[in-house]
C-alpha cells in the first residue's frame, strides 16, 4: 500500500482521543462555557483527567482563578451549540444565553452544570505543573452526574477544520480487564 505525507497541523485529527466536551467555569460574577476536545484520562481512581487549555482563551483565567470546573458532555442533539460556543469568547457574550443552554447549580463546585448534557463531571484542579509550559491542567473528577435516560450517547468528536464524527455503532468484545 502507498501512502503519503500527511500535513503536521492536522495530525490531531487522527488522534482525537475523545468527544468535544463544554468546560463550565465561574469568576467574577459570571459562569462561561469552553469547548473542548483535546483532554485525556490518566486515572481510574481517583478518576484524572488532563486537559489542554490555552492561555489566549477567557476560560484560562477563570480555571486558574476557581482552581474548579465541570466537564459537560454534548451529544449531536447540541452539536450546533457546541460548535457556536467553540467559535466565539465568553469575554463578549454570554454563552448560556446566546446558545439556549441552562445552566444548573453543581453539588461541589461553582461553576455550573449543563442541563442539555447527557453527564457532568464536577473538577478541582489538582496539578499545574505543565500549565505555564504547555497549558496542561489535572483535573481530578469529585463527582459525577449523568442523565439515566440517555442509553447510548452520540457524542461528537472533532476531525479538523469544521469536521466531526458521531459516536455510532457498539461492538462488544471479549475483555479481561474488570
Known amino acids: 500500500m502507498a501512502k503519503e505525507s500527511f500535513p503536521l497541523s492536522k495530525v490531531y485529527g487522527l488522534l482525537e482521543p475523545g468527544p468535544v466536551v463544554l468546560v ?21 481512581e481517583p478518576p484524572l483527567v488532563g486537559c489542554v487549555i490555552s492561555n489566549r482563551n477567557h476560560s484560562f483565567g477563570l480555571l486558574t482563578a476557581s482552581q474548579e470546573c465541570v466537564i459537560n458532555i454534548p451529544t449531536v442533539d447540541i452539536a450546533e451549540k457546541v460548535v457556536g460556543c467553540g467559535n466565539s469568547s465568553g469575554a463578549d457574550i454570554n454563552k448560556f444565553a446566546t446558545f ?42 469529585i463527582q459525577a452526574w449523568i442523565d439515566p435516560a440517555v442509553k ?4 461528537i468528536h472533532h476531525r479538523g477544520d469544521g469536521n466531526f464524527m458521531v459516536a455510532g455503532e457498539t461492538i462488544s468484545l471479549q475483555s479481561k480487564m474488570k
Do not use: K, Q
Not at 463550565?24 to 490518566?42: P, V
Not at 439556549?100 to 453527564?119: F, K, N, W
Not at 447510548?152 to 457524542?155: C, G, H, L, N, V
Open 24 to 44: 463550565t467555569t465561574a469568576g467574577a460574577g459570571h459562569a462561561n462555557i469552553m469547548a473542548m476536545s483535546w483532554h485525556t484520562m490518566l486515572e481510574f
Open 152 to 155: 447510548e450517547p452520540r457524542t
Open 100 to 141: 439556549g443552554l441552562t445552566p444548573r447549580p453543581a453539588a461541589h463546585v461553582s461553576a455550573p452544570l449543563i442541563d442539555e448534557c447527557y453527564a457532568n463531571l464536577e473538577c478541582r484542579v489538582t496539578d499545574t505543573s505543565m500549565v505555564e509550559l504547555y497549558g496542561f491542567f489535572v483535573l481530578e473528577v
